[in-house]
């Protein structure tokens, strides 16, 4: 171990030439790839979702490649090499979180929306409010990770390419970069081109940590409780780090942790998100479960990679500091540079692809939600819709970009851990109340995710994570009035009684739509298809909705391709005014629906617009009916408004 | 199936699907499973939490070599997701996906027999 002394300089380990090498390639192959798949990305489907078109399996790959980031990977593996035990229990409560999403979430949100959690809202409750408040969670929700995992580049990758830690312009060069690469995946490569960039990452991350946890079992006869006896030796804590205790001394703040981890995940909207490229909630289930056996394998990995670091890099390498780089480290110790430049390139390729999720998730929440179905009420075209998701993306990277630099340094733990507090409390209660509460109104819906994210955010600025203590974020203020750094413990329960309360104080809710709603998350009916790549016959454009308002958005270019009209068409009407408009939608837009008012449609119409072929309002009275050839465009409910169609 | 009911969506009345005893018995199925195990398996990882946050000593005993009770309650964890994964997978193929495609067909035969939907 002449690498003492280089190890413990953290700094220069390694050549800067095999690091950058490793990573140079994943990036050229990632973008070939990207490229290439991009030139089918024709739709809005395609953009936002891959057309519902991936596999089960490599869904669930994806899935695995959009959750473990460099949080899991680096941090949990950093944190049980520095503190042991403690570290574990971070993975415990990412793995057990999965459940809730296979037992309760996955499936009946596959059947009920179509790109955005604010689809699924809008199917009983007023469309404008609750798309603004589910665009707003997801957005708070997508940059804190966002920023989190930026600042973290800034760090590993100079790390990697040993940039010093004083050279902030630098780092920042860095951040600069990850930051453009990461939009240059998601304005090219849409849905799909992320989700192949996830995929490969997902099995490069796998591959690397098998490689090396074997290796590591491999110096102690595949005997885990060998590595651990040697890591109590060579751990300053001894056998302390086979216990808990020794990272949280704050019994509550660790169980509002473990509370914040375990209800966090199935309210992430990038991970939420992920469910709609799959064509039906079967798909959706296979994805989940493929996600929880690569992950749970995966955590089990990162126990003997923190567990050897602590075993085999000489004592007081890894400090509260560089704790990050206990993985890469060990590569180095195992298999000098070139083992070192591979676990790089996936650390890499990690960051990036999470990145990237979280950014085409955030643009999709923007343009569909906010664009499409605020300020345009639904009267946008899919292109238009697709051009906009593309500029918010755009504009996401710059804020990243611009966070990352400015959060260089900070705690990325706590970052991660605010994300996931606030999934939890402004997502989960609504999302769960909605697809299982015949009561639950719109009402109920904002109080729960507005009340959420205020109150979780509040409780933060307030914590000892912020201020207040030598670890926090400003050590030499304080202002720390709140005991616990994760607020999960109060904001959570609060979350979820806000949504009582409000919808008990709100009007009764539609049960016409609930019903709708329950029947097609239970049996898919309904639900959106894969859209493969569609030639789509020629139809005579047909007139959107007839009725009342609507007008045909679609605007010239259509010819082609007439399914869009539908999409386009919106019921412009004022609320109650547009019969037609259909029922579902147009009650999420214009509202009622919570309320107990809206309703006024006549029953009668069809939905316009399904987006599709669902004749519009009276059965096919326009429109000729062709058969549709891509399914989605049947029957989707409330997106219909703006319709996939193809968009271009 | 088109009986118009107060906001009818279109011509299917998904109330009177809602309220049919094949629907009821498949969602009394789905639910009689997935929430009893989602409160298992909250109630056993909030046990581990809780031993881990007020039973330090415990979870340091060490059962053999320095396998300690934490690192197997943890593991355990890891069996009892591996395994809840399982069952639900098997229980949703033996018992959900049969009725609920039925009914898909039923809901979705309706729509286009109201020409609703496909032509």
Redesign the interface.
């Known amino acids: 171990m002449t690498a003492d002394v280089v190890l413990a300089r953290a700094d220069e380990v390694g050549s800067v030439a095999a690091n950058l090498g490793f990573f140079l390639l994943f990036v050229i192959v990632t973008l070939m790839i990207v490229l290439r798949v991009s030139r089918t990305n024709a739709t809005r489907a395609d953009y936002y979702t891959g057309g519902h078109a991936f596999t089960g399996p490599q869904n669930g790959t994806a899935i695995a490649g959009d959750f473990l980031s460099a949080a899991s990977f680096l941090g949990i593996a950093g944190a049980i090499a520095l503190y042991g ?1 403690d570290g ?2 971070y993975s ?2 990412f ?2 979180g ?3 999403a ?3 979430v996955a499936e009946l949100l596959r059947n009920t929306g179509r790109f955005t959690m604010g689809d699924v809202l809008a199917f009983r409750m007023r469309q404008r409010p609750v798309r603004a408040a589910a665009a707003t969670s997801t957005l708070i929700v997508s940059l804190f990770y966002l920023i989190a995992q930026m600042a973290g580049a800034g760090g590993l990758i100079s790390l990697l390419l040993q940039i010093p830690a004083d050279d902030r312009f630098g780092q920042a060069m860095v951040i600069v970069v990850v930051g453009g690469l990461m939009v240059v995946y998601v304005l090219f490569g849409g849905m799909k081109g992320t989700t192949w960039v996830q995929i490969i990452k997902a099995g490069l991350l796998l591959t690397g940590s098998a490689v090396l946890t074997a290796w590591v079992l491999g110096r102690f006869g595949f ?4 590595v ?2 040697r890591a ?1 030796e060579n751990s300053e804590h001894g ?2 780090v ?4 020794l990272q ?1 001394v704050n ?2 703040d ?2 509002s942790l ?2 914040a981890l ?1 209800l966090g995940t199935a309210g992430l909207p990038h991970i939420l998100m992920r469910f709609y490229t799959v064509p039906s909630a ?1 798909e959706a ?1 296979r994805s ?2 493929w996600a ?2 690569l992950i ?1 394998t995966f ?2 990995f990162t126990l003997v990679l923190g567990y050897g670091a602590m075993a085999l890099l000489p004592p007081g390498t890894i400090t509260r500091e560089n704790q990050n780089d206990a993985a890469p480290l060990l590569a180095y110790e195992l298999g000098g540079e070139i083992m070192l430049g591979l676990i790089a390139a996936v650390a890499f390729a990690t960051i990036l692809a999470v990145v990237a999720g979280l950014t085409i998730t955030a643009s999709a929440s923007f343009a569909h939600d906010v664009y499409a179905g605020i300020l345009r009420r639904g009267k946008a075209s899919p292109d238009s819709e697709v051009r906009v998701a593309r500029a918010t993306a755009l504009g996401i990277g710059l804020i990243a970009i611009a966070g990352g630099i400015i959060a260089n340094g900070q705690n990325v733990a706590f970052l991660v851990a605010l994300a996931f507090a606030v999934a939890a409390s402004a997502n989960l209660p609504t999302i769960l109340f909605s697809l299982f509460w015949k009561r639950f109104n719109t009402t109920g819906a904002l109080c729960s995710i507005y009340g959420g994210v205020l109150i979780c955010v509040s409780l933060i600025v307030v914590s000892p994570a912020v201020s207040g203590s030598p670890t926090s974020m400003l050590p030499d203020s304080d202002f720390a009035v709140f005991p616990l750094s994760n607020p999960g413990l109060v904001s959570i329960p609060a979350s979820f009684l806000l949504g009582i309360v409000g919808t008990l104080l709100g009007g009764r809710s ?4 609930y ?2 709603m ?3 998350s ?5 639900a959106v298809r894969a859209t493969t790549a569609p030639a789509p016959p020629p139809r005579p454009r047909a007139v959107s909705a007839t009725s009342v308002g609507a007008i045909p958005t679609y605007n010239g270019s259509d010819d082609a391709r007439p399914r869009h009209t539908s999409a386009a068409a919106g019921p412009t009407a004022g609320a109650g005014s547009g019969p037609a408009r ?3 939608r147009a ?1 999420d837009l214009f509202g009622g629906s919570g309320a107990a008012g ?2 006024p ?1 006549p ?2 119409p ?2 316009v617009a ?1 987006d ?4 519009a309002n009276g ?2 009275r326009h429109r000729p ?4 050839e891509n399914p989605n465009e ?2 989707i ?1 409330h997106g219909s408004l703006f319709d996939p169609g193809p968009d271009r | 199936m088109s009986s ?9 009345d ?2 009177q ?2 309220a049919s005893p094949e ?1 009821q018995e ?2 009394g199925r ?1 639910r009689r499973f ?1 929430f009893p ?2 409160a298992i ?2 109630t056993w ?2 046990v ?3 031993l ?3 039973a ?2 415990f ?2 005993f ?1 059962v ?5 009770v ?2 197997l309650v ?1 593991l355990g ?2 069996v009892s ?2 395994v ?2 399982t069952l ?2 098997r229980f ?1 193929e033996r018992e959900i ?1 049969g009725p ?2 039925e ?2 067909e039923r ?2 035969a309706g ?1 286009a027999g ?6």
């Open positions: 035990y574990f229990l415990i409560g793995l057990v999965w459940l809730m296979l037992l309760l005997d885990l409780s060998a651990m006896a109590t056998e302390a086979l216990g808990p205790g949280y019994k509550v660790f169980i473990g509370l375990v079967k289930r989940v479960v929880i056996w749970g955590y089990l539609d049960a016409a739509r019903a709708e329950e029947v097609r239970l049996t898919g009916a309904g259909s029922t579902r009650g809206a309703g449609l029953d009668a069809e939905p399904q599709t072929h669902r004749p059965a096919g009916v062709a058969p549709p049947l029957t409910p | 118009p009911s107060p906001r009818s969506t279109g011509s299917i998904y109330e699907v809602q629907f498949l969602r789905l997935v195990m989602t398996f909250l990882y909030l581990y939490v809780g881990a946050s007020y330090p000593g979870m340091s060490q053999f070599g320095t396998i300690t934490g690192l943890g964890q890891f997701t591996f809840i994964t639900y997978v949703a996906d609920a495609a009914l898909r809901v979705e729509m109201n020409g609703e939907v496909r032509a």
